[in-house]
C-alpha cells in the first residue's frame, strides 16, 4: 500500500474510534497489539494487514465496504 492510502485509512478509523468513545488504549487493547502500532495506524506511518483491517473493522463496527466508499 502506499502512504497517502494508509493516512486516509488511518483517518477513518481514528475517526470511528472517536465516533464510538474509545481511546487509542481501549481499541489496542480489544485488537491484542501495543498502542503505538494502533498510533501508527492511525497516523499512516504504518501499514496493517488485511486481517488486522478486518480485525479493526470488526470492533469499530465498521463495514469494510463503507470504508471503501470513504475513500472516494
Do not use: H, W
Not at 35 to 46: A, F, H, V
Not at 53 to 62: A, E, P, S, T, W
Amino acid at each position: 500500500m502506499n502512504k497517502e492510502f494508509d493516512k486516509k485509512v488511518g483517518q477513518i478509523i481514528k475517526d470511528r474510534r472517536i465516533e464510538r468513545r474509545m481511546t487509542q488504549s481501549q481499541l489496542a487493547d480489544a485488537l491484542g497489539i501495543q498502542q503505538s502500532t494502533l498510533s501508527c495506524y492511525e497516523l499512516g506511518l504504518r501499514g496493517m494487514t488485511i486481517d488486522m483491517f478486518f480485525d479493526v473493522c470488526r470492533v469499530l463496527r465498521l463495514k469494510p465496504n463503507d470504508v471503501q466508499k470513504m475513500l472516494g
